[in-house]
């Protein structure tokens, strides 16, 4: 035997293609190590969940040339989350579906202990599809438009949505926002589709400074205005398929358009463009002060002399592209004109003088941030994510907002690593740079430290 | 009677030469044997199946994922564009896919959104491996006999096959050049070797099982060895095949997250 074998290696040595074959058939597994069949059931109900642990520590910045109305001090937060979404097939033709977060945070400036519980119910519709390719949709439904990666002018549902975020990320926006109660109806066809989504007024706008009621619909976000969305795709040629979009709100009407191309195998190019009569954000944001805060008087000469509408564009271009080695790099040029200018910013940093004009200042950049729409007005983003990286399982990912006007910028790290199957593991560090004078340089926190657990079942 | 020797000699060897014509012009050409044995692979035009995708990372099993795929042949190309919906694990169920050729979008639940990707976008580790298998060969690429030879498939069994070396003819074409290993007499795939245009080898695939349906012969399951990572290998089984009239609208990207649950 031991002849046998020694004479088979011998021949398989001298022949070096009969040697790589059996290199590779050695490579093979038995299929006794295969786990379990993990094919899901046929049951008419699909639920997947997952609990998260998030742990935040913030390091303030300690000179801040419009100091904040409040304190800024060195805070430890901690979430842990329940976070569901279940599939009801109610017949062949429709189906319910529900995805809700529970929350409990826990906030400590290292003296005083706050703690709060928190349910958003994200979404809950039902769906009824009388043919195959057509949809009508009634209940609470994210609506989610655009292909830009860090800004999305098309977005028009996306304001005053996020749910308990730590991290800036955009992706991270998308993944955990409220959806609107809607109604829309879809039909896809061969070379396209056509879409109209409704709206409806069904509370007052809530105030941006007040803390929602533990189950609390937050409808005074989501459905303070009438909304009307028309969208439509069609493939006009190999490749080109752009998508259309009229939105009407209480500000007026506005288009957009969403373009992708794809160039050889590795990188995908992308535009996107919205456009209508607007107000500045900064002007916008004082306007919806008004009329939900109590602590605006002198914001009545501010808006009365910038509440000129105009027409605004917005607009996102970029770049993917993926390297042979798993490495994925995003480039994106954003522009949004209602944003502040290099002037703006002077009179923003000159005018937080008094407590006064120091919460109102800071009011118009919590508008922007829950807005989500670029405090600036051109800002570059970069992204780099290499997946497998050094090790198996662990990917590495960083991101850089850049100010165009003043050069600060976002930059955050990030690594995942995937424990088990079903745990998961992520860390972050986060930090606003730049001069104090400056976009991302005036903001209150300098440094975030953020350490996360996922267990999905 | 020396006559008649002459003339019965002459008559065997022209019948033999016309016998050795004949058997020259219908042996089968390199590309005809890529596309029969594509259609082997693919026996339907449209069909949905289950695959169930094991990844093993040093030989030990480290992930199972459960795919529904749902695929349709492109009048236009012949290439076959694909729906594929993620069912397992707990963490990536809902997810979906639609490659039509080089446009390829991926929609993710939480997100609520559809990207669009390039080919080369790896998704969710070996998913990717998927394109190995829907592919018409045929199509894309120029196929030329290189020998006929003996080789092993995966379960240590000697093959007669062609080995057939496909380059790239068409932009859509993922791969360079492929080494490809067909049975001969069955028209089986067996094994191929995938190649960047660098000349740095990718993949090799094996072919394993076929089974008979009512459309025809179809692949079972099929094992990848990833060459970049060479601790990688992916098994596929193929499962649950349905010959399905899709619609065309499903290939639309408004469509993913409308695809079937299960």
Sequence with gaps: MKWGMAFAMALAFSNPAAAEDANELDRIPSEEQAPQNVASSASSISANSYIGEEMESSQPRNTL?????????????????????????????????????FSLAAQSNYRDLDWAARNDLKEAYFEWSPVSSAFLQLGRINTKNGVGYAFNPTDFFKGFTSVGLF?????????????????????????????????????????????????????????????????????????????????????????????????GTQATVYAEWAGGNLRKEADEAVLFGLETEPFFPRALQLAARNSQRKFQNDAAVGISYETDSKVNIIIEYDYHQAGFSPDDWNTWFSSGSTLLDRAES???????????????????????????????????????????????????????????????????????????????????????????????? | MHNKSFFATFAVAFLSLLAIANAATISPTAQDIVRTSDEIRNPNPHFVLLNTMTEYHKGVATQQLSLRVHSKIDPATGQFRNLVKFLAP???????????????????????????????????????????????????????????????????????????????????????????????????????????????????????????????TGLVQAIILDEVDSSLVTRMIFSDFQPAEIPEAWFQREYLPHLPRQ
């Excluded at chain 1, 430890?76 to 979404?85: E, I, K, R, W």
């Excluded at chain 1, 007024?201 to 937050?218: I, V, W």
């Excluded at chain 2, 993922?174 to 049975?183: K, Q």
Aim: hydrophobic share 40%; with cysteine; glycine share 8%.
């Design chain 2, 90 to 216: 707990a963490k990536d169920a809902g997810k979906a896919l639609l490659m039509n050729g080089n446009i390829m979008w991926f929609f993710t639940p939480s997100s609520g959104a559809s990207i669009r990707i390039s080919p080369q976008q790896r998704l969710l580790g070996q998913a990717s491996n998927g394109d190995v298998l829907s592919v018409n060969f045929s199509k894309d690429y120029n196929a030329e006999i290189q020998a006929e030879e003996m080789i092993e498939d995966s379960s240590h069994k000697s093959r007669h096959c062609w080995h057939l070396n496909l380059l790239s003819a068409a932009p859509a074409a993922v791969y360079s050049r492929i080494e490809y290993w067909i049975e001969t007499g069955t028209y089986y795939p067996v094994k191929a070797r995938f190649y960047a245009a660098s000349g740095r080898i990718l993949k090799i695939a094996f072919y394993e099982g076929y089974d008979k349906r009512k459309s025809g």
């Design chain 1, 167 to 263: 991290t800036a990320d955009p992706s991270a926006q998308k993944s955990n926002r409220l959806g609107a109660f809607l109604i829309r109806g879809q039909d896809i066809f061969d070379g396209g589709a056509i879409s109209v989504t409704y709206a409806p007024t069904l509370q007052a706008p809530s105030p941006l400074t007040q803390t929602l009621g533990a189950f609390n619909l937050g409808l005074g976000r989501t459905n303070y205005q009438d909304r009307l969305l028309l969208k439509a795709n069609y493939d006009l040629w190999d490749d080109f398929s752009p998508e259309v979009l009229i939105f009407h709100d209480r500000t007026g009407w506005h288009g957009g358009m969403n373009l992708t191309r794809g160039f």
């Design chain 1, 362 to 457: 800071w009011y118009l950049r919590k508008y922007a941030s829950v807005d989500q729409q670029p405090m600036s007005r051109q800002q570059i983003f970069q992204r780099l994510n290499w997946d497998d990286a050094i090790v198996r399982d662990l990917s590495l990912s960083e991101f850089t907002l850049i100010d165009v006007g003043d050069a600060s910028l976002l930059l955050q790290a990030q690594m995942d690593y995937k424990l088990t199957t079903s745990l998961y593991a992520n860390f972050i560090v986060q930090s606003n740079i730049g001069a104090h004078a400056s976009n991302f340089g005036s903001n209150p926190t300098a440094v975030n430290v953020i350490g996360s657990v996922s267990y999905y079942f």
């Design chain 1, 65 to 101: 040339l419009v100091p904040l109305p409040g304190s800024n001090g060195p805070e430890l937060t901690n979430h842990l989350f329940l976070d569901s979404t279940v599939d009801w097939q109610l017949s062949a033709a429709s189906h319910f579906h529900l995805g809700d977060r």
